[in-house]
């Protein structure tokens, strides 16, 4: 059952013979899905085909779902390959139910756990995307090779393997229940060293094409003299064929995450980016990546989300700073100033979802907690 923190009172200040009240800011509520284990990756869709979204995440080897409302917990999967740091949802074999795909960093692997017709009851079957990928951190879906249907992304971090310092996309086979494994297009071939983090996607240069970029954190764990910067990858009219890297912006220590996003209303594609390993979030105004900042300080802002959190029409930010243990999102005023507003404090997260989970018709905040063991919702007041 959640757990919920109550709202602030609203504060009365009474001055004689007048009374005047006070209104406290409204808060964002903190709901508890579930607890003690290390989480590192959440996801939320409707899983049980009520209409409402679930939540699946993933804690070492246990792969679990919890059913909207009351996010009562079922174990859908347990299996020792099953250690995911980075999942994905959608429709893999079009019947009408959404599947989960889940990426283990390394030796890497991918996973995509087919829905059962009764996914409470029913085993979810697994089935391979790939293992041939190394240091897989990031796994993103969009339609890459426009065909109508959707592909997946995934970074190949590690400077060892078959496709080191690499990023790759995958196409859904035509018989994904009967294939070995998906359809594999490296699109930056060993040009994307550094320990590469999460992917964002998104037409860059208005030519119709997807493109791709990321975060590569650097720091002692990579190769010496690789890493620290944010790129993005130009997408040829043959998407199977390599792509164009370039570089956004290097000196960017520990980069993680990169969203592109028209932030300032002026047609353009400008990026969203967080150093997520470092400290601080940014954003790179087009053409020339001319840097802003949103917030210098929060510290290993390591999860982000660039989506518009309060309806007004333009992009803002949500993160939670895993060293500052601080829930944060940023609001836009539709010409790239921000505004830090705080949503919860002594929380952790790796990953972060915005998701109208209530159903109320406003987004709110999903969170896989890392260090504070647990799986939360923000619920948006």
């Not at 990756?41 to 993933?58: E, K, L, Q």
């Not at 999860?303 to 803002?316: E, F, P, R």
Request: glycine fraction near 10%; include cysteine.
């Amino acid at each position: 059952m959640p757990v919920l923190t109550s709202r602030l009172p609203v504060g009365f200040l009474l001055f004689l013979p007048v009374a005047v009240t006070c209104a406290t800011p409204p808060t964002w509520t903190k709901h508890i899905v579930h607890e003690g284990t290390h989480t590192v990756t959440a996801v939320a869709a409707d899983f049980t085909g009520d209409g409402r979204p679930d939540i699946i995440s993933n804690s070492n080897t246990k792969t679990r779902l919890f059913v909207n409302p009351d996010w009562q917990e079922h174990i859908i999967a347990e299996n020792s390959d099953h250690s995911f740091i980075h999942s994905e949802v959608f429709d893999v074999d079009q019947d009408g139910d959404n599947d989960y795909i889940g990426a283990r960093y390394s030796p890497g692997l991918i996973l995509w756990l087919e829905q059962p017709a009764n996914p409470l009851q029913d085993p979810w079957k697994a089935r391979l995307v790939d293992d041939q990928v190394n240091g897989i951190h990031g796994v993103i879906r969009a339609d890459i090779n426009g065909d109508g249907r959707m592909n997946l992304l995934a970074t190949s971090a590690q400077p060892t393997g078959i496709f080191p310092n690499s990023l790759a996309w995958f196409r859904v086979p035509e018989t994904p229940h009967q294939a070995q494994h998906w359809d594999r297009s490296i699109f930056a071939q060993g040009d994307a060293p550094g320990l590469t983090h999460y992917l964002g996607v998104g037409d860059v240069n208005g030519d119709g094409l997807p493109d791709a970029a990321t975060g590569a954190k650097g720091g002692p764990s990579a190769v010496a003299g690789t890493g620290n910067y944010f790129a993005w990858w130009e997408a040829p009219s043959d998407p199977t064929q390599a792509w164009k890297k370039h570089l956004i912006a290097d000196d960017q220590p520990g980069a993680t995450n990169i969203h592109p996003a028209d932030v300032n209303g002026d047609g353009q594609t400008d990026f969203i980016a967080a150093r997520g390993h470092g400290r601080g979030i940014v954003w790179f105004e087009a053409p020339t990546w001319r840097e802003h900042t949103i917030h210098p300080t929060l510290k290993e802002p390591h999860c982000l989300v660039a989506v518009d959190m309060d309806a007004d029409g333009d992009i803002d930010a949500a993160t939670c700073g895993y060293g500052d243990q601080l829930v944060v999102w940023f609001e836009n005023d539709a010409s790239g100033q921000f505004k830090t507003h705080i949503i919860g404090r002594d929380q952790e997260s790796y990953d972060i979802r915005a998701v109208d989970l209530d159903m109320d018709g406003d987004l709110d905040i999903l969170i896989a907690g890392r260090g504070s063991n647990n799986v939360v919702w923000y619920e948006h007041p």
